[in-house]
Protein backbone atom coordinates (compact mmCIF):
# COMPACT_ATOMS: atom_id res chain seq x y z
CA UNK A 1 0.00 0.00 0.00
CA UNK A 2 1.74 3.32 -0.77
CA UNK A 3 2.13 5.83 1.88
CA UNK A 4 0.24 9.21 1.48
CA UNK A 5 3.20 12.01 2.29
CA UNK A 6 2.52 13.88 4.93
CA UNK A 7 2.69 17.80 4.90
CA UNK A 8 3.69 20.39 6.93
CA UNK A 9 0.57 22.53 8.49
CA UNK A 10 -0.57 25.23 5.97
CA UNK A 11 1.96 23.73 2.89
CA UNK A 12 0.36 23.36 -0.25
CA UNK A 13 0.17 20.25 -2.63
CA UNK A 14 1.57 22.86 -5.41
CA UNK A 15 4.60 24.01 -3.63
CA UNK A 16 5.27 27.53 -3.08
CA UNK A 17 2.77 28.77 -6.18
CA UNK A 18 -0.14 27.37 -8.05
CA UNK A 19 1.16 28.08 -11.55
CA UNK A 20 -1.44 25.88 -13.22
CA UNK A 21 -4.04 27.38 -11.52
CA UNK A 22 -2.12 31.12 -11.79
CA UNK A 23 -1.49 30.27 -15.76
CA UNK A 24 -5.54 29.48 -16.06
CA UNK A 25 -6.65 32.23 -14.22
CA UNK A 26 -4.22 34.89 -16.19
CA UNK A 27 -5.54 33.41 -19.22
CA UNK A 28 -9.14 33.92 -17.74
CA UNK A 29 -8.60 37.28 -17.81
CA UNK A 30 -6.85 37.50 -21.18
CA UNK A 31 -9.73 35.91 -23.01
CA UNK A 32 -12.14 37.93 -21.19
CA UNK A 33 -11.49 40.91 -23.21
CA UNK A 34 -9.70 39.70 -26.32
CA UNK A 35 -13.29 37.67 -27.22
CA UNK A 36 -14.73 41.44 -27.48
CA UNK A 37 -12.11 43.14 -28.80
CA UNK A 38 -14.05 45.33 -30.99
CA UNK A 39 -15.59 46.34 -27.49
CA UNK A 40 -12.50 46.64 -25.36
CA UNK A 41 -9.48 47.26 -27.85
CA UNK A 42 -11.04 48.76 -31.03
CA UNK A 43 -13.40 51.29 -28.92
CA UNK A 44 -10.72 52.83 -27.20
CA UNK A 45 -8.18 53.19 -30.54
CA UNK A 46 -11.18 55.18 -31.73
CA UNK A 47 -12.15 57.13 -28.57
CA UNK A 48 -8.35 57.95 -28.48
CA UNK A 49 -8.47 59.40 -32.15
CA UNK A 50 -11.51 61.41 -31.61
CA UNK A 51 -9.70 62.99 -29.01
CA UNK A 52 -7.19 64.26 -31.06
CA UNK A 53 -8.64 65.22 -33.44
CA UNK A 54 -11.23 67.12 -31.87
CA UNK A 55 -8.43 69.00 -29.59
CA UNK A 56 -6.59 69.78 -32.96
CA UNK A 57 -9.39 71.14 -35.08
CA UNK A 58 -10.45 73.19 -32.05
CA UNK A 59 -7.27 74.20 -30.48
CA UNK A 60 -4.52 73.33 -32.69
CA UNK A 61 -3.69 75.75 -35.16
CA UNK A 62 -4.00 78.61 -33.15
CA UNK A 63 -2.48 77.24 -29.68
CA UNK A 64 0.76 77.24 -30.60
CA UNK A 65 3.38 74.73 -29.04
CA UNK A 66 3.90 73.66 -25.43
CA UNK A 67 7.09 73.18 -23.73
CA UNK A 68 8.55 73.57 -27.40
CA UNK A 69 6.34 71.02 -28.74
CA UNK A 70 3.37 71.83 -31.41
CA UNK A 71 -0.04 71.14 -29.21
CA UNK A 72 -1.25 67.68 -30.90
CA UNK A 73 1.90 65.99 -30.27
CA UNK A 74 1.74 67.39 -27.23
CA UNK A 75 -1.68 65.82 -26.29
CA UNK A 76 -0.99 62.40 -27.79
CA UNK A 77 0.85 60.92 -24.65
CA UNK A 78 -1.50 62.21 -22.24
CA UNK A 79 -4.28 60.32 -24.38
CA UNK A 80 -2.70 57.54 -24.92
CA UNK A 81 -1.97 57.11 -21.48
CA UNK A 82 -5.51 58.17 -20.06
CA UNK A 83 -6.77 55.54 -22.36
CA UNK A 84 -4.50 52.85 -20.59
CA UNK A 85 -5.16 53.35 -16.96
CA UNK A 86 -9.02 53.93 -18.06
CA UNK A 87 -9.00 50.27 -19.51
CA UNK A 88 -6.69 48.48 -17.23
CA UNK A 89 -8.87 49.85 -14.09
CA UNK A 90 -12.17 48.85 -16.07
CA UNK A 91 -11.09 45.00 -17.07
CA UNK A 92 -10.42 44.23 -13.17
CA UNK A 93 -12.98 46.57 -11.45
CA UNK A 94 -15.70 44.75 -14.36
CA UNK A 95 -14.25 41.21 -13.92
CA UNK A 96 -14.83 41.12 -10.18
CA UNK A 97 -18.43 43.19 -9.99
CA UNK A 98 -19.37 41.17 -12.57
CA UNK A 99 -19.09 37.65 -10.73
CA UNK A 100 -19.95 39.28 -7.53
CA UNK A 101 -23.64 39.72 -9.25
CA UNK A 102 -23.61 37.10 -11.39
CA UNK A 103 -22.93 34.89 -8.00
CA UNK A 104 -20.32 33.11 -9.62
CA UNK A 105 -17.77 34.49 -7.40
CA UNK A 106 -17.36 31.57 -5.70
CA UNK A 107 -15.40 29.83 -9.19
CA UNK A 108 -12.82 31.99 -8.24
CA UNK A 109 -12.35 31.96 -4.35
CA UNK A 110 -12.93 27.51 -4.63
CA UNK A 111 -9.73 26.97 -6.43
CA UNK A 112 -6.16 26.61 -4.90
CA UNK A 113 -4.85 29.86 -5.02
CA UNK A 114 -3.27 32.48 -2.83
CA UNK A 115 -4.41 35.89 -2.46
CA UNK A 116 -1.19 36.81 -3.83
CA UNK A 117 -1.70 34.22 -6.37
CA UNK A 118 -5.73 35.96 -6.99
CA UNK A 119 -3.55 39.60 -7.48
CA UNK A 120 -0.83 38.55 -9.91
CA UNK A 121 -4.08 36.96 -11.65
CA UNK A 122 -6.33 39.87 -11.82
CA UNK A 123 -3.38 42.04 -12.28
CA UNK A 124 -2.43 40.16 -15.76
CA UNK A 125 -5.84 40.79 -17.31
CA UNK A 126 -5.82 44.37 -17.05
CA UNK A 127 -2.19 44.97 -17.82
CA UNK A 128 -2.25 43.00 -20.79
CA UNK A 129 -5.53 44.98 -22.18
CA UNK A 130 -3.33 47.97 -21.16
CA UNK A 131 -0.54 47.32 -23.42
CA UNK A 132 -2.38 46.04 -25.95
CA UNK A 133 -4.09 49.63 -25.81
CA UNK A 134 -1.11 51.04 -25.68
CA UNK A 135 0.47 49.32 -28.42
CA UNK A 136 -2.65 50.26 -30.95
CA UNK A 137 -2.61 54.09 -30.41
CA UNK A 138 0.98 54.07 -30.11
CA UNK A 139 0.85 52.16 -33.98
CA UNK A 140 -2.20 54.89 -35.02
CA UNK A 141 -0.15 57.99 -33.78
CA UNK A 142 3.01 56.59 -35.73
CA UNK A 143 1.00 56.40 -38.92
CA UNK A 144 -0.96 59.03 -38.62
CA UNK A 145 1.20 61.90 -37.40
CA UNK A 146 4.76 59.93 -37.67
CA UNK A 147 5.31 60.13 -34.19
CA UNK A 148 7.33 58.27 -33.04
CA UNK A 149 9.00 57.49 -29.11
CA UNK A 150 12.19 59.56 -28.21
CA UNK A 151 12.42 57.17 -25.28
CA UNK A 152 10.24 53.93 -26.00
CA UNK A 153 11.95 52.06 -22.96
CA UNK A 154 10.87 55.20 -21.07
CA UNK A 155 7.43 54.64 -22.71
CA UNK A 156 6.77 51.33 -22.21
CA UNK A 157 7.80 51.61 -18.41
CA UNK A 158 5.33 54.19 -17.42
CA UNK A 159 2.67 51.96 -19.48
CA UNK A 160 3.30 49.21 -17.06
CA UNK A 161 3.49 51.22 -14.42
CA UNK A 162 0.05 52.58 -14.99
CA UNK A 163 -1.54 49.74 -16.16
CA UNK A 164 -0.64 47.74 -13.32
CA UNK A 165 -1.66 50.99 -10.75
CA UNK A 166 -4.65 51.09 -12.34
CA UNK A 167 -5.35 47.32 -12.64
CA UNK A 168 -4.72 47.13 -8.68
CA UNK A 169 -7.49 50.16 -8.40
CA UNK A 170 -9.51 48.24 -10.03
CA UNK A 171 -9.32 45.67 -8.08
CA UNK A 172 -10.04 47.88 -5.25
CA UNK A 173 -13.16 49.51 -6.81
CA UNK A 174 -14.17 45.83 -7.54
CA UNK A 175 -13.77 44.74 -4.26
CA UNK A 176 -15.94 47.49 -2.97
CA UNK A 177 -18.72 47.31 -4.94
CA UNK A 178 -21.47 45.09 -4.86
CA UNK A 179 -23.83 46.98 -7.57
CA UNK A 180 -23.06 48.22 -11.28
CA UNK A 181 -24.38 51.65 -9.93
CA UNK A 182 -21.56 51.82 -7.41
CA UNK A 183 -18.89 50.81 -9.65
CA UNK A 184 -20.44 53.76 -12.13
CA UNK A 185 -19.45 56.34 -9.43
CA UNK A 186 -16.25 55.71 -8.57
CA UNK A 187 -15.55 55.49 -12.55
CA UNK A 188 -17.51 58.89 -13.51
CA UNK A 189 -15.79 60.82 -9.62
CA UNK A 190 -12.70 59.31 -9.14
CA UNK A 191 -10.94 57.73 -12.12
CA UNK A 192 -12.08 60.04 -14.66
CA UNK A 193 -11.19 63.60 -12.55
CA UNK A 194 -7.87 61.68 -11.59
CA UNK A 195 -7.12 61.16 -15.45
CA UNK A 196 -8.57 64.18 -17.03
CA UNK A 197 -6.86 67.02 -14.15
CA UNK A 198 -3.94 65.34 -14.51
CA UNK A 199 -2.03 66.95 -17.14
CA UNK A 200 -3.36 65.31 -19.82
CA UNK A 201 -4.26 68.14 -22.07
CA UNK A 202 -1.80 71.18 -20.28
CA UNK A 203 1.15 71.70 -19.06
CA UNK A 204 0.54 72.27 -15.16
CA UNK A 205 3.31 74.92 -14.95
CA UNK A 206 0.00 76.49 -16.05
CA UNK A 207 -2.18 76.06 -13.44
CA UNK A 208 -2.50 78.79 -10.16
CA UNK A 209 -1.03 78.07 -7.39
CA UNK A 210 -3.05 75.79 -5.16
CA UNK A 211 -3.76 73.46 -8.52
CA UNK A 212 -0.56 72.91 -9.47
CA UNK A 213 0.88 71.81 -5.59
CA UNK A 214 -2.62 69.47 -5.75
CA UNK A 215 -1.14 67.60 -8.85
CA UNK A 216 1.84 66.99 -7.74
CA UNK A 217 -0.16 65.09 -5.22
CA UNK A 218 -1.91 63.12 -7.77
CA UNK A 219 0.01 59.97 -9.31
CA UNK A 220 -1.66 59.97 -12.36
CA UNK A 221 0.00 62.90 -13.01
CA UNK A 222 3.64 60.92 -12.96
CA UNK A 223 2.38 58.50 -14.98
CA UNK A 224 1.21 60.62 -17.98
CA UNK A 225 4.08 62.62 -18.21
CA UNK A 226 6.25 60.20 -18.07
CA UNK A 227 4.59 58.72 -20.72
CA UNK A 228 5.10 61.99 -22.71
CA UNK A 229 9.10 62.57 -21.60
CA UNK A 230 9.04 58.76 -23.08
CA UNK A 231 7.12 60.02 -26.68
CA UNK A 232 8.84 63.58 -26.84
CA UNK A 233 11.62 63.82 -24.81
CA UNK A 234 9.72 66.95 -22.70
CA UNK A 235 8.21 66.39 -18.95
CA UNK A 236 7.15 69.12 -16.24
CA UNK A 237 8.82 66.46 -13.76
CA UNK A 238 11.80 64.71 -13.20
CA UNK A 239 10.86 61.07 -14.97
CA UNK A 240 13.37 59.32 -12.44
CA UNK A 241 11.26 60.83 -9.45
CA UNK A 242 7.94 60.09 -11.53
CA UNK A 243 9.29 56.49 -11.58
CA UNK A 244 9.71 56.24 -7.75
CA UNK A 245 6.34 58.04 -6.51
CA UNK A 246 4.41 55.81 -9.64
CA UNK A 247 5.98 52.45 -8.40
CA UNK A 248 5.48 53.27 -4.51
CA UNK A 249 1.77 53.97 -4.90
CA UNK A 250 1.60 50.92 -7.45
CA UNK A 251 2.86 48.68 -4.40
CA UNK A 252 0.90 50.28 -1.85
CA UNK A 253 -2.35 50.02 -3.68
CA UNK A 254 -1.26 46.33 -4.81
CA UNK A 255 -0.30 45.24 -1.21
CA UNK A 256 -4.03 46.65 -0.16
CA UNK A 257 -5.61 44.35 -2.70
CA UNK A 258 -3.77 41.69 -1.34
CA UNK A 259 -4.61 42.21 2.13
CA UNK A 260 -8.18 42.55 0.95
CA UNK A 261 -8.34 39.33 -1.19
CA UNK A 262 -6.34 37.50 1.77
CA UNK A 263 -9.93 38.51 4.16
CA UNK A 264 -12.20 38.07 1.52
CA UNK A 265 -13.47 41.41 2.51
CA UNK A 266 -17.06 41.83 1.01
CA UNK A 267 -16.35 38.41 -1.38
CA UNK A 268 -17.45 36.15 1.34
CA UNK A 269 -21.03 35.96 3.32
Not at 215 to 232: Q, S
Amino acid sequence: MTEIPQREPGERRFGAVNWLGLYTLCRREVLRFTTVWTQTLLAPLVTAGLFLVIFTIALGPGRGAVMGVPFTSFIAPGILMMTVIQNAFANTSSSLVISKVQGNIVDTLMPPLAPFELVLGYLAGGMARGLFVAAAISAGLAISTGLVPHHPLVLLVFVLLGAAFMSALGMLAGLWSNKFDQMAAITNFIITPLAFLSGTFYSVEALPAGMYEATHFNPVFYLIDGARYGMLGVSDANPATGFVIAAGATLVVLLAAWALLRTGWRLKA
